[in-house]
């Protein structure tokens, strides 16, 4: 059982390096971690190039995050550790999107990413992050604002629906509170009143 444990979290890294911002970018002969706030991610892809390319990097970050919960449902599925094996590989890809090795350790955020995650692992959290992100978003403009507050759902959702499974509850918490980390300066620009708003749908 622990080699298929191990073999989980290690497939989900490596699908974690898969960076659709970076990838998508390079594909126009560019890099976006050149631009704007430096960070490998959707926010600062659309901030950089618009939001025309933005699905391709949505495609490469959902389906890097449903491989990776997929390969741990399976390898874990022969134990009856079906929900166990998802969390691991979803919280497997989330570090090697956060802290990808090939990319020097400079990723994203872990957002995009951390929601199809919560989509693989139960619909109810996905929706409940949507919601929450969208309402925060549209009343500010801030993206940040709403990933901040998306984050802490993405927990919240794991301790409501979850909490009679202490190993998924656990990787939950554990995306949660590294989404909510890996925003830290944004939430001090967001105190200071210094943060950018940003159009999602701008072309």
């Keep these: 059982m622990w080699l298929f444990i191990g073999l989980t979290l290690v497939i989900g890294y490596l699908l974690g390096n898969?960076?659709?911002?970076?990838?998508?970018?390079?594909l126009m002969k560019d890099d976006v971690r050149t631009h704007g706030s430096g960070n490998a991610g959707l926010t600062n892809f659309i901030r950089s190039y618009g939001a025309h390319h933005a699905l391709l990097v949505v495609a490469v970050d959902a389906l890097k995050a449903v491989a990776a919960c997929g390969a741990g449902f399976f390898?874990?599925?022969p134990f009856g550790m079906e929900a166990e094996g998802t969390a691991l590989g979803g919280l497997a890809v989330m570090l090697g999107h956060i802290f990808p090795?090939?990319?020097?350790?400079h990723g994203g955020k872990g957002i995009l990413s951390g929601f199809f995650v919560a989509l693989m692992m139960d619909?109810?959290?996905?929706?409940?992050?949507?919601?929450?992100?969208?309402?925060?978003?549209?009343?500010?403009?801030?993206?940040?604002?709403?990933?901040?507050?998306?984050?802490?759902a993405f927990g919240a959702g794991f301790v409501l629906f979850h909490y009679n499974n202490l190993t998924v509850m656990l990787c939950g918490l554990c995306m949660s509170l590294l989404a909510v980390f890996m925003h830290r300066q944004n939430i001090?620009?967001?105190?200071?009143?210094?943060e950018s708003k940003t159009?999602?749908?701008?072309?």
């Design 75 to 77: 390898l874990l599925r």
């Design 18 to 26: 898969l960076n659709g911002a970076v990838w998508v970018s390079h």
């Design 123 to 152: 619909w109810r959290i996905a929706l409940l992050i949507l919601a929450v992100f969208a309402v925060a978003y549209f009343a500010t403009g801030y993206v940040s604002f709403g990933s901040v507050l998306g984050s802490a």
């Design 199 to 203: 159009d999602l749908f701008k072309k």
């Design 101 to 105: 090795v090939f990319l020097g350790f």
């Design 188 to 194: 001090a620009r967001l105190i200071k009143g210094e």
